[in-house]
T-cell receptor, first 114, second 111 residues
Framework: EAGVTQFPSHSVIEKGQTVTLRCDPISGHDNLYWYRRVMGKEIKFLLH????????ESGMPNNRFLAERTGGTYSTLKVQPAELEDSGVYFC????????????FGEGSWLTVV | QKEVEQNSGPLSVPEGAIASLNCTYS??????FFWYRQYSGKSPELIMF????GDKEDGRFTAQLNKASQYVSLLIRDSQPSDSATYLCAVRWNQGGKLIFGQGTELSVKP
């Protein structure tokens, strides 16, 4: 069974450009989470979807970040316009409803804004 | 003030020894505690979680929780070079809620 997959694995963009990160959770996992780790810092929560609904978006840093999960399957995280401080690793994770203790992470999308 | 603190290391132990990884947290309302392992460039992998005070064992791994001291640890017995990785401690306030991570401790097991 495929794990959590993320695209692209690496992205280098210029300040002011737009980047869209995609996450495909494990099949059947209605919980989908986005986290990110910026250089030298801990992994921080961004938001949590249950199916297509945003359950908690308290970690989204500002309105330059937009997450969607249309149809409750894959999710996208768009950063527009990107700033230098957005550089880091963006992790997607998923879990089954009722089994939120067992969260599976993807390998992350490495974003560098120059 | 950081909510979850870990010694960043690196912690170096010889092969076959016990590695002890420590984590403290600031919120007394935290309910669930997790240990993840992350190899460089890879995804964090769940090792185990613990809810109650005391020890929880899974193979060579033992998690220890002391809520009064707001302290959780992970012991790795018979450490192997393949255990060399960054170990992440995370806490959660409520069922299904977000994980709060520490910065991670880098462990190096020397052959």
């Amino acid at each position: 069974e495929a794990g959590v997959t993320q695209f692209p694995s690496h992205s280098v963009i210029e300040k002011g450009q737009t980047v869209t990160l995609r996450c495909d959770p494990i099949s059947g996992h209605d919980n989908l989470y986005w986290y990110r780790r910026v250089m030298g810092k801990e992994i921080k929560f961004l938001l949590h979807f249950v199916k297509e609904s945003k359950q908690d978006e308290s970690g989204m840093p500002n309105n330059r970040f937009l997450a969607e999960r249309t149809g409750g399957t894959y999710s996208t995280l768009k950063v527009q316009p990107a700033e230098l401080e957005d550089s880091g690793v963006y992790f997607c994770a998923s879990s089954q409803v009722g089994a939120e203790d067992t969260i599976y992470f993807g390998e992350g999308s490495w974003l560098t804004v120059v | 003030q950081k909510e979850v603190e870990q010694n960043s290391g690196p912690l170096s132990v010889p092969e076959g020894a016990i590695a002890s990884l420590n984590c403290t947290y600031s919120d007394r309302g935290s309910q669930s505690f997790f240990w993840y392992r992350q190899y460089s460039g890879k995804s964090p992998e769940l090792i185990m979680f613990i809810y109650s005070n005391g020890d929880k064992e899974d193979g060579r791994f033992t998690a220890q929780l002391n809520k009064a001291s707001q302290y959780v640890s992970l012991l790795i017995r018979d450490s192997q070079p393949s255990d060399s990785a960054t170990y992440l401690c995370a806490v959660r306030w409520n069922q299904g809620g977000k994980l709060i991570f520490g910065q991670g401790t880098e462990l190096s097991v020397k052959p």
